[in-house]
């Protein structure tokens, strides 16, 4: 009898620790104010179907043009960003592999997801490496790495 008792208690909490799982999440009640009502909801994420949760962003350095001894244009384009951008623009250092840990400049909006990045203030007759950038909650996504020269000053 005792060892019926104890595989129905065994069963028993079995069941009930599977069971907690199977239980769908219910929309938390706010008292005394519908509207606030339908803006609650357990969901976190309204992602793209077929996507497994991570952060996403298509990153493209552009070309850089208008060189001169103390300045230079470039830009990037930002594609398929799937989360919140929290900051981007383009890394600039005097060795390859720039990171945000070193001189940023920040990107102005052009048209859709293309900026425009004026880098300014530049010592001359030195070479450049570039790459645009974005950070997610994810992380940060770094895209091509290109070079320049600023000119020479002419005395």
Do not use: W
Not at 46 to 60: D, L, M
Not at 105 to 111: D, K, L, M
Not at 137 to 152: D, I, K, Q, R, W
């Amino acid at each position: 009898m005792k060892s019926k008792t104890v595989s129905l208690f065994v069963f028993f909490v079995f069941f009930l620790s599977f069971s907690m799982f199977a239980q769908k999440p219910s929309t938390p009640l706010v008292k005394g104010n519908p509207t606030v009502q339908e803006k609650v909801s357990p969901t976190i994420s309204k992602e793209p179907a077929g996507n497994t949760g991570s952060q996403v962003i298509g990153v493209v350095t552009s070309p850089v043009s208008n060189i001169t001894s103390t300045s230079a244009e470039t830009g990037y384009t930002l594609t398929n960003a799937i989360g919140k951008v929290t900051k981007h623009g383009i890394c600039l250092n005097r060795k390859p592999n720039p990171t945000t840990a070193g001189a940023v400049f920040i990107g102005e909006n052009t048209s859709g997801s293309d900026f425009s990045v004026q880098l300014k203030g530049l010592p001359s007759a030195t070479t450049f490496y570039i790459r645009a950038f974005a950070t997610t909650s994810a992380g940060t996504t770094y895209g091509n790495e290109l070079s320049f020269a600023t000119t020479a000053v002419n005395k």
